[in-house]
C-alpha cells in the first residue's frame, strides 16, 4: 500500500511530516508523491492561518468523496486548534497529536487495514512517551544536503495573535544529547545546511534549568561537532526578542559554521500594539538588539516577521512600524495580513482594520523592504561570495542557490552542482534576490564539464 502526506505552513510542520513518514516507512507502506494512488492520506495541519485551515477542509471533502470508489483511510496531525479538533474527527479517519506519533501504527491496525503494518506497530510502542518519543524517531528527510532539526515544541509566551500555546501545548526543551546525536548523525551524512527548529528557540532549556544547557551552550556543542568536518552552515529559527542574549550572539561570533543570518520577528514597531499582542518587550530592547547584532556580526543578514492590521491598528501605530522597518533595514520580511485565530486572545477583540487597509499597509511595507533588500543587494556586485547551490529554475536553464545570508542568488553551471557549495561573483542585483557566475579555479572545471 502506498501513502502520501502533505504538511501545510511552518518548517517545524516540514520536520514533524519527515517522522510521520519515517514511521509510515518502517511499517512496510510506500510513499507517493501521486495522492490519486494513495490508500492512506494525511495532513500535517497549520492553525496560524485561516487559509491552511480552509485548505485542510477542502482536501478532506475531496478525499472522501473518492471513499465511494476506493478504500481510503485518511488522518490528520500537526497544529490543530481545539475548537477545530471535533470537526476534524467527524471528516477523517484519525487524528493524533505529533507526540502521539508512536500511536499510529497500532491506530492503523485497529482501524482494520490488513497491510505490513500488523507486523511492525509493537516495534513503535516505546514511542508513545508524550515527553518527547516523536523525537526518537529517526526522519525521512526530505533533502539531501539540508535538514531541520527540532530542539522544542510549544510555547510559553502567549502572544494574544497566536494559537500555537493552544495547538502545541507549553514549551519543552528536547534533550540535548537527543539533538547533537541527531546533528552528528547528519553531518556523517554530508549535510549542508542544518537548522534547528523552535517556537523560541532561545529559550531552549530554560523549562529545565540546571537539568538542560542554554540555546548559547546548545549552539557551541553543535558548532564543536564540525571541527575537522567539511564546510556546513547552521540555522536557527525562530528567536524572540524577550530571550535573545548577548552570548547566543557572540557564540554566532565565534564559529564559522554557524551562519551569519539573524531571524528577529518584529510583528510591530509600535509600543502600545506590542503591549496589546503580549510580546513582553518594547522597541527600546528591540533597537538594542539589532544594536549588538550589527556590531559583533557586521556581515549578518536580517530577516523579521511583521503582522499589518492588528486589532486596534491606527495609522499612526502602522506609520511606526513603517518607520522601524526604514530604521532596521532588514534583507527579508515575512509580512502577513491580521486574522484571527479561535483560542487565540484577540480573537475576542474587534477585527477592525478594514481587509482593503491592511493590503494597502501591506503594499507600503512590501515597498520599503524592497527598498532596503535592493540596496544590500546592489552593494553586493562585484563580491565573490559562497553560496549552497539547492536546485534548479523552472526553466531549466540557472542553477538556483542561496548565500549564507539565505539570499536567493541564481547562475549558470552544471546540474550536477545542486547539493554542493560553490564560490560565485555577484554580477546583477534585484530588489529581493541576486545574479552571479561561478569564478576561479572551479568555473575552469565547471566550463569543462559543461563542454564534455
Given amino acids: 500500500m502506498k501513502f502520501h502526506i502533505i504538511h501545510l505552513g511552518c518548517q517545524m510542520n516540514q520536520s514533524d511530516a519527515e517522522r510521520i513518514i519515517a514511521v509510515l516507512e518502517g511499517m512496510g507502506f510506500e510513499r507517493t508523491e501521486d495522492e490519486a494512488e494513495a490508500n492512506i492520506l494525511g495532513i500535517v495541519s497549520c492553525s496560524v492561518r485561516q487559509k491552511s485551515i480552509d485548505r485542510v477542509y477542502t482536501k478532506i471533502e475531496e478525499w472522501n468523496a473518492r471513499k465511494d470508489r476506493s478504500n481510503l483511510v485518511t488522518f490528520v496531525s500537526g497544529c490543530i486548534l481545539p475548537a477545530d479538533e471535533p470537526k476534524f474527527l467527524k471528516r477523517f479517519d484519525l487524528l493524533f497529536r505529533i507526540h502521539e506519533i508512536g500511536k499510529l501504527p497500532d491506530m492503523i491496525r485497529q482501524y482494520g487495514v490488513v497491510t505490513p503494518a500488523s507486523l511492525y506497530a509493537d516495534s513503535f510502542q516505546h514511542l508513545a512517551d508524550p515527553l518527547g518519543g516523536f523525537w526518537k524517531v529517526r526522519p525521512s528527510y526530505s533533502s539531501g544536503f539540508e535538514a531541520y532539526v527540532p530542539i522544542q515544541n510549544g510555547c510559553d509566551k502567549f502572544c494574544t495573535f497566536c494559537a500555537v500555546p493552544y495547538t502545541r501545548g507549553r514549551e519543552i526543551s528536547r534533550p540535548s544529547d537527543d539533538i547533537l546525536q541527531e546533528v552528528e548523525g547528519l553531518l556523517n551524512r554530508g549535510m549542508k545546511s542544518i537548522t534547528l527548529l523552535g517556537q523560541n528557540v532561545n529559550s531552549y532549556g530554560l523549562d529545565r534549568q540546571g537539568k ?15 571541527r575537522g568536518r567539511p564546510p556546513f552552515w547552521v540555522y536557527f529559527t525562530s528567536p524572540h526578542p524577550r530571550d535573545m542574549s548577548l552570548e547566543v550572539l557572540q557564540t554566532i561570533a565565534e564559529y564559522s559554521v554557524l551562519a551569519k543570518q539573524i531571524h528577529l520577528p518584529l510583528q510591530s514597531g509600535d509600543d502600545k500594539v506590542l503591549i496589546r499582542m503580549n510580546r513582553n518587550h518594547g522597541m527600546e530592547r528591540y533597537r538594542q538588539l539589532v544594536g549588538q547584532i550589527r556590531s559583533i556580526l557586521p556581515t549578518s543578514t536580517l530577516f523579521t516577521d511583521i503582522i499589518v492590521g492588528f486589532t486596534g ?14 530604521e532596521f533595514r532588514y534583507n527579508m520580511a515575512y509580512i502577513a495580513l491580521y486574522s484571527p485565530r479561535p483560542g487565540a486572545a484577540s480573537s475576542r477583540w474587534p477585527d477592525d482594520v478594514p481587509q482593503a487597509e491592511k493590503k494597502s499597509r501591506l503594499a507600503e511595507l512590501t515597498e520599503v523592504l524592497r527598498k532596503t533588500s535592493g540596496d544590500y543587494n546592489r552593494e553586493q556586485i562585484g563580491r565573490v561570495t559562497t553560496v ?13 542557490a542561496r548565500t549564507e545570508g539565505r539570499i ?30 561561478l569564478v576561479g579555479e572551479e568555473t575552469k572545471a565547471v566550463l569543462g564539464k559543461m563542454a564534455g
Fill in 212 to 226: 538542560e544547557m542554554s540555546f548559547a551552550r546548545l549552539l557551541r556543542s553543535v558548532a564543536e561537532l564540525g
Fill in 388 to 400: 549552497l547551490v539547492d536546485g534548479i529554475d523552472r526553466k531549466g536553464e540557472y542553477l538556483t
Fill in 313 to 326: 491598528e491606527t495609522r499612526e501605530q502602522f506609520e511606526n512600524t513603517k518607520r522601524a522597518m526604514e
Fill in 408 to 437: 536567493p542568488i541564481r547562475f549558470l553551471g552544471p546540474k550536477d552542482l545542486v547539493g554542493s557549495f560553490a564560490k560565485v561573483r555577484i554580477v546583477k542585483a534585484a530588489d529581493l534576490s541576486l545574479e552571479g557566475e
